[in-house]
C-alpha cells in the first residue's frame, strides 16, 4: 500500500456550516493521559498471522473484528487484480480463525461500483472492553464502503457507498446497497484535501450526539496539498441522521500530517482512562525517518480536535511476515488481553491478517505460502 512520521502534528479542523456542540473538555488531551492510554492500549507481544490468502494472487487487508454470542467474526477485503472483495471470517478465541465466505462481490454490470466493493463495520459498540457487537439501525446492519467501476489496485475514482442488511451479519449472504456513493470526490461541496480519491471510512453510532448528529463517519482520502507540491492522505469526518445521507462536516482534516498517508481510522471510547476519551488507533506511512508503515493513535473528547501520540508505534514492521508493513489497525480488549489486527505485508507483497496482544499467547502456526521462485529454489536445494 503506498498510502507517519515519528514526530507528529496536530491539524487544527475549522468549523463547517453545522454547528457543533459545545464543547465542555479542553481542546488537547493532556501528556499524562496520552501516556495511560498507550500504556492500556500496548501490544508488545506479536503472536503473527491469523489468515491468509490461498494462493499468491490474492491479497489480504483491512479486518474488522465483531462478537455475536459466543463467537467472533472478521470482516476483511481481498484484492484478486480486478478490484477488491469483502469476506467474513469467524473465530472461538480470536486466534485461530476460519473463513466463510463472501459479504461484498463483484457485479457484472454497470454499476457504479461493479469492480469494487471494500466493506467495514458500521455502528459497532464502539466501548472499550465492551460487547463489540454490530449494532442494528431501523432493523438494518450497515457497513460503509468504498467502491468504484475501475479494475485494477485502487484504480479511476474511488467513492464511499452504504450496504446493508436485514439478515444476521453472521451468516454469508450478499448485503444490498445504495444505489448512488454517498460521498464522492466530484461532489460540488468537496474539500480540499479530498478532491482525487476517497478511501476507508468508519462510522460510529454517537448517542450523545457531540456533533449534533447520531452517526459519524471517518474517512481519509488524497487531495490538493496547501503546503507541500504532492497530494497526501488525511482524516476528515461527515456526519448524518439517517445513514443515507451524509455531510461533511469540518473544512479541514481532523488528522493531518502534510506528507504520506494518514489514513484507516478506527474509533473506541476509553472511559476506564478519562471519562469520555475517544481514541482514534490509524496508520501512517512515507514520512522522513520512517520506514514502511505503522500503527499509531490519536485522542480526543469531543470527536473533531484530536492530540496526536508522539512517542513508540503500536505496531511496526519487525518479523518476516510483516517486515514491509505492519499497518492498519482493529483492537480490541477481551479477558483482559487486548488484541491488534493488522495487515502484514512481507517483501514479496504478500498480504494477511496478523495479530499482537497485550500478553504472550504463543505463536501462531499459520504463514504465506511461499513464493514460486522460492519453491524452485527449496526443491534445488532439497536435490543437491
Same mark, same amino acid.
Given at each position: 500500500?503506498?498510502?507517519?512520521?515519528?514526530?507528529?502534528?496536530?491539524?487544527?479542523?475549522?468549523?463547517?456550516?453545522?454547528?457543533?456542540?459545545?464543547?465542555?473538555?479542553p481542546?488537547?488531551?493532556?501528556?499524562?493521559?496520552?501516556?495511560?492510554?498507550?500504556?492500556?492500549?500496548?501490544?508488545?507481544?506479536?503472536?503473527?498471522?491469523?489468515?491468509?490468502?490461498?494462493?499468491?494472487?490474492?491479497? +489480504?487487508?483491512?479486518?474488522?473484528?465483531?462478537?455475536?454470542?459466543k463467537?467472533?467474526? +472478521?470482516?476483511?477485503?481481498?484484492?484478486?487484480?480486478?478490484? $477488491?472483495?469483502?469476506?467474513?471470517?469467524?473465530?472461538?478465541?480470536?486466534?485461530?480463525?476460519?473463513?466463510?465466505?463472501?459479504?461484498?462481490?463483484?457485479?457484472d454490470?454497470?454499476?457504479?461500483?461493479?469492480n469494487?466493493?471494500?466493506?467495514?463495520?458500521?455502528?459497532?459498540?464502539?466501548?472499550?472492553?465492551?460487547?463489540?457487537?454490530?449494532?442494528? $439501525?431501523?432493523?438494518?446492519?450497515?457497513?460503509?464502503?468504498?467502491?468504484?467501476n475501475?479494475?485494477?489496485?485502487?484504480?479511476?475514482?474511488?467513492?464511499?457507498?452504504?450496504?446493508?442488511?436485514?439478515?444476521?451479519?453472521?451468516?454469508?449472504?450478499?448485503?444490498?446497497?445504495?444505489p448512488?456513493?454517498?460521498?464522492?470526490?466530484?461532489?460540488?461541496?468537496?474539500?480540499?484535501?479530498?478532491?482525487?480519491?476517497?478511501?476507508?471510512?468508519s462510522?460510529?453510532?454517537?448517542?450523545?450526539?457531540?456533533?449534533?448528529?447520531?452517526?459519524?463517519?471517518?474517512?481519509?482520502?488524497?487531495?490538493?496539498?496547501?503546503?507541500?507540491?504532492?497530494?497526501?492522505?488525511?482524516?476528515?469526518?461527515?456526519?448524518?441522521?439517517?445513514?443515507?445521507?451524509?455531510?461533511?462536516?469540518?473544512?479541514?482534516?481532523?488528522?493531518?500530517?502534510?506528507?504520506?498517508?494518514?489514513?484507516?481510522?478506527?474509533?473506541?471510547?476509553?472511559?476506564?482512562?478519562?471519562?469520555?476519551?475517544?481514541?482514534?488507533? $490509524?496508520?501512517?506511512?512515507?514520512?522522513?525517518?520512517?520506514?514502511?508503515?505503522?500503527?499509531r493513535?490519536?485522542?480526543?473528547?469531543?470527536?473533531?480536535?484530536?492530540?496526536?501520540?508522539?512517542g513508540?508505534?503500536?505496531?511496526?514492521?519487525?518479523?518476516p511476515?510483516?517486515?514491509?508493513?505492519?499497518?492498519?489497525?482493529?483492537?480490541?480488549?477481551?479477558?483482559?488481553?487486548?488484541?491488534?489486527?493488522?495487515?502484514?505485508?512481507?517483501?514479496?507483497?504478500?498480504?494477511?491478517?496478523?495479530?499482537?496482544?497485550?500478553?504472550? +499467547?504463543?505463536?501462531?502456526?499459520?504463514?504465506?505460502?511461499?513464493?514460486?521462485?522460492?519453491?524452485?529454489?527449496?526443491?534445488?536445494?532439497?536435490t543437491?
Amino acid at each position: 500500500m503506498k498510502r507517519l512520521s515519528l514526530f507528529c502534528l496536530l491539524s487544527v479542523a475549522l468549523p463547517g456550516p453545522q454547528a457543533a456542540v459545545a464543547q465542555t473538555r479542553p481542546a488537547v488531551v493532556p501528556a499524562g493521559v496520552m501516556q495511560r492510554v498507550y500504556e492500556e492500549v500496548k501490544t508488545p507481544h506479536k503472536y503473527g498471522l491469523v489468515l491468509v490468502t490461498d494462493d499468491n494472487k490474492r491479497k +489480504m487487508d483491512c479486518p474488522s473484528v465483531f462478537r455475536k454470542g459466543k463467537k467472533w467474526y +472478521m470482516t476483511y477485503i481481498i484484492y484478486d487484480g480486478r478490484g $477488491y472483495e469483502t469476506w467474513l471470517a469467524q473465530s472461538k478465541d480470536l486466534l485461530k480463525w476460519d473463513t466463510k465466505g463472501k459479504l461484498l462481490s463483484f457485479t457484472d454490470t454497470t454499476d457504479w461500483d461493479t469492480n469494487q466493493k471494500a466493506g467495514y463495520v458500521a455502528l459497532q459498540d464502539h466501548k472499550w472492553g465492551g460487547s463489540y457487537q454490530w449494532q442494528p $439501525y431501523q432493523g438494518k446492519y450497515w457497513m460503509s464502503y468504498f467502491g468504484g467501476n475501475s479494475r485494477g489496485y485502487e484504480k479511476g475514482l474511488l467513492s464511499i457507498g452504504m450496504a446493508y442488511t436485514s439478515q444476521a451479519p453472521t451468516t454469508v449472504h450478499a448485503w444490498q446497497r445504495l444505489p448512488a456513493p454517498v460521498l464522492k470526490a466530484t461532489d460540488p461541496d468537496v474539500r480540499w484535501w479530498e478532491n482525487h480519491t476517497i478511501y476507508k471510512s468508519s462510522v460510529i453510532w454517537d448517542k450523545q450526539q457531540q456533533t449534533g448528529h447520531p452517526f459519524v463517519m471517518y474517512y481519509n482520502a488524497n487531495g490538493d496539498s496547501l503546503d507541500t507540491k504532492r497530494g497526501a492522505e488525511r482524516i476528515g469526518m461527515a456526519v448524518s441522521d439517517d445513514m443515507v445521507h451524509w455531510s461533511r462536516y469540518l473544512r479541514n482534516p481532523v488528522l493531518n500530517h502534510h506528507k504520506g498517508i494518514t489514513g484507516d481510522a478506527y474509533l473506541q471510547q476509553l472511559d476506564g482512562v478519562d471519562k469520555g476519551l475517544w481514541v482514534m488507533f $490509524y496508520f501512517g506511512a512515507f514520512y522522513p525517518g520512517v520506514s514502511g508503515a505503522v500503527n499509531r493513535f490519536a485522542c480526543s473528547y469531543d470527536l473533531q480536535n484530536w492530540t496526536d501520540w508522539t512517542g513508540q508505534n503500536l505496531v511496526e514492521p519487525s518479523e518476516p511476515y510483516d517486515e514491509l508493513f505492519a499497518h492498519k489497525s482493529f483492537v480490541v480488549k477481551h479477558k483482559g488481553v487486548v488484541y491488534h489486527y493488522y495487515c502484514a505485508v512481507n517483501k514479496a507483497d504478500q498480504r494477511g491478517i496478523a495479530v499482537a496482544t497485550s500478553k504472550d +499467547m504463543g505463536k501462531s502456526t499459520v504463514t504465506f505460502i511461499a513464493p514460486p521462485e522460492k519453491k524452485k529454489k527449496e526443491a534445488k536445494a532439497a536435490t543437491n
